[in-house]
């Protein structure tokens, strides 16, 4: 099967095309004039193109249904050229705001939300990707692409920027070296432009592969998925805590490097009965302590035959007051996307 001329950095692109400004003619057409074929690309000579096109793709995902919500968010599934296939969605953050003359206040603000595997390995209980179990990780361009698509698609400018979660499908951290890949390749002026800052990683918690991220220094956000502040629910509930208990996890955490304007987040799905009480919430206040987080509550998103149920409001508004109230900083999670099962944590895909 033919690569997709997205895995490569401008680097590597160098090396292929010749001489070497052609990789940055060829990272412009691609990322900022979003040439949908090689054919288009007006300065890049004959040759070039051909070779390009007898060895490579330009784009390897393709559009197979598109589902927007009530509250403005899209969830794409894609086909990859394997025939798997996956899902990414497009949040809104902000509104666009304009002022009684027309003018413009602020532009609206994105985040999308993308996958790193086809599938998981993790086998979370609550989880509705890990039901249909490993299929395989995704290339650094089936990741760019992604959101190269989701922006072309919906018209976003190349110099909007945009924020990206890796929150889809799949554990990114079990993909490491094909995310950090995307993540330079992402970040490159060059191309798409997003910043180490404006992209976060969320993970289940791979205390190793934490501390090897932090190592690589590459100035990401990191998203911790907690959910349980103690082991022996945590065990039942994401079975990686067996091999990364919730001490590694926050031992890995302290040794992250975190630019001191920013804190690490913790994702907390909070489950009707299983971890909605007060006892939960102190016992969280302790196991945070000296760490700047901020704490994410998501409301557990049934979908039909889950085994846990949504917390009720009352209990959620508690929660996070007893969190306020003891210095810890703490939101809830809106729910984007209910009405089509796009909140993060909730996309499936079928086989191919
Ligand atoms: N594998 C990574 C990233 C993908 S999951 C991780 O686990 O962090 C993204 C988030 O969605 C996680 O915090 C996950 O716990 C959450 N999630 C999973 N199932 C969910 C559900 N049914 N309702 C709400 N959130 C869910
Ligand atoms: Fe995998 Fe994350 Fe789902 Fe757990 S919650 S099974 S780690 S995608």
Known sequence: ?????????????????????????????????YANSFEEMKNIPKDIKEQLSDNYILNPLEIVKIEESSDGSKKYLFRLTDGFTIESVLLPMKKEKVDEDGKI??????????????????????????KEGFKRDLTPGEIIAQVLEIKKDNDIAQNRRVNIVYMGMGEPLDNINNLAKAIEIFKDPE??????????????????QIEKLGKMNLGVLLAISLHAVDDELREKLMPINRAYNIESVINAVRSFPIDARKRVMFEYLVMKGLNDDIKSAKKLVKLLSGIRAKVNLIYFNPYPNSPFQRPSQKDMFEFKEYLNNHSVLCTIRQSKGLDISAACGQLYSSQP
Not at 1 to 25: N, W
Not at 191 to 208: D, E, P
């Open 1 to 33: 099967m033919k690569k997709s001329v997205l895995d490569f950095t401008k680097d590597e692109l160098s090396q292929i095309v010749k001489p070497s400004f052609r990789a940055k003619q060829l990272y412009h057409w691609i990322y900022q004039k």
């Open 191 to 208: 191309g798409l432009a997003i910043g180490a800052r404006r992209q976060t990683i969320s993970t289940s918690g791979l205390s190793a």
């Open 105 to 130: 206040i602020h532009l609206s603000k994105y985040s999308i939300c993308v996958s790193s595997q086809v599938g998981c390995k993790i086998g979370c209980a609550f989880c509705l990707t890990a």
